[in-house]
């Protein structure tokens, strides 16, 4: 029991000003006492852990605990209003998570750092991935000895770079509640608390803003074509909830701009060289998606959100393997319909043995190999964009 009424007045001022209100009444937070205590076993003299609050330790020296159910009770409301967590907390785990610390933290103001990463601007395979094919088919729509047009490739890495964190920010409000389970999205900014609901809305307006500031400059074809990916980049967080097959979907949404490419420098639809080019990105995805899918199997299960890695299992090698085939085959199938120079096909045996590297000698087992060989689909992209450049050069 508490001695002194001035202890107990000085408890509540602490309380009161140390954790911000939010947190102090969330019904989300439901502290266990079994977790709020440190390594010491003793049950005379238990320690709360220190590293839950910064404020645990300040107590526990005014503080011990007593053989008595009403001291009981108020230690764990002291630990229960000291344990939740602030936004300065939050970023701390944050960071500590991670080996080293991200550009992010390191020159962006912290006002802006969550919102950063709510964009996924760490983390750029996402916008490399997505630029690719843009890449692809711009270059592919150049006329022969030519080379690409480089403003409407400047237009399509900034319209990626936008497109892709619209796309995460969508991703993470859908999925709040989700990535609260997963162990390695749990630290998201708008899964931890870092940022609210209505501030990644906000930011996600401001994302598509810009988005379409660069539609606008592209033609009135180019303009619906664009407007209509709308539609996937919002639903492809739900597919995950429906179907075993989201990287399918997700290759839908992911490769459109082998389509949008095409038609901002042309104007219209060559569908036999930009519908193979875009077939070959879906089954591309499928590839790498599967792979990236298998770091999260354990946490998709105990959650029941479903993927191909959960689809195939064990076969899964066998599977991305034959969407490799059918990817390369596509590619082949576009630059033939184009009449692309040799040097493109060149690069293509290149691209199919990176790929072939990639099935063959990850370790789905791992979660860093996973994570990998998925990074290395940059250079996937980047030995294909070159075979398109040299053979446009070449022709």
Known sequence: MFKHGAQRHNLRKMSSFSV????????????????????????????????????????????????????????????????????????????????????????????????????????????????WPCMWSITMAAPPGHFPDFKMMALFGCGALLLRGAGC????????????????????PIASGLLTPFQGLSFLGFQLLLGLGILLQLNNFSRILGASSLLLVFSYPLMKRFTFWPQAYLGLTFNWGALLGWAAVKGSLDLAVVFPMYISGVFWTLVYDTIYAHQDKEDDLKVGV?????????????WTTGFGIACISSLALSGYNADIGWPYYAFLAAASGHLGWQIWTVDLSSRADCNRKFVSNKWFGAIVFSGILFGRLMQ
């Open 306 to 318: 479903k993927s191909t890695a959960l689809r195939f299992g064990d076969s899964s090698k066998e």
């Open 169 to 188: 920010t969508v991703n993470d409000l859908l999925d709040r509640d989700i990535d609260n389970m997963v162990e390695r999205t749990r630290l998201r």
């Open 20 to 131: 911000p209100r939010v947190f102090r009444r969330s019904r989300y937070l439901k502290p266990s006492l079994s977790l709020l205590l440190s390594g010491n076993n003793n049950p005379s003299n238990p320690v709360l852990n220190p590293k839950l609050s910064p404020h645990v330790a300040k107590l526990t020296n005014h503080y011990r605990w007593m053989p008595n159910s009403e001291q009981n009770f108020r230690y764990a409301w002291v630990a229960s209003i000291c344990t939740t967590p602030s936004q300065s907390s939050v970023e701390k785990e944050t960071s500590s998570s991670n080996e080293k610390s991200s550009w992010i933290d390191l020159y962006l103001p912290r006002q802006a750092r969550a919102y950063a990463k709510l964009a996924r601007l760490d983390k750029p395979i996402g916008t490399w991935l997505l630029a």
